[in-house]
């Protein structure tokens, strides 16, 4: 799918009965080595983003780090859908080791301007706006 048809099937916002399928084509772009844009990819973690499920940072996380042009193309703030802080505190509590490297990265960048008046709410008004979304 592309970004304008997952736009248009779980909207930017999805209803939770369809984030177990936002997760699986998430695990299934990761997988695809050989993929032609991080568009979707994008998409998709800002759709899962907005559900704002602190574990869901793991795989948002995933996603970010499964390439470099998906590195720079999946903002660091989609991996806090819950908030910076709640995030964290869910990352603290996880004993998976990318909790552990996801916690340490977030306090790094957290004391720089990444994440400066960042909620949850206003990021997604952002995506709103970047793709021409009435809330």
Do not use: W
């Amino acid at each position: 799918m592309d970004e304008n048809e997952l736009l248009v099937r779980f909207g930017l916002v999805p209803i939770e009965a369809d984030l177990a399928e936002v997760r699986r084509l998430i695990e299934a772009l990761i997988a695809d080595d050989r993929r032609d844009s991080n568009e979707p990819l994008k998409i998709l973690c800002i759709q899962l983003f907005s559900a704002g499920n602190p574990a869901d940072a793991l795989l948002i996380y995933k996603a970010k780090s499964s390439s470099f042009d998906a590195g720079c193309y999946i903002d660091i703030q989609l991996v806090c859908g819950a908030g910076l802080e709640p995030t964290k505190a869910f990352l603290r509590g996880s004993s998976e080791a990318k909790a552990k490297e996801l916690l340490a990265l977030l306090q790094n960048i957290s004391s720089a301007e990444d994440f400066d008046d960042f909620t949850p709410e206003k990021q997604l008004n952002f995506y709103r706006h970047y793709y021409g979304l009435s809330p």
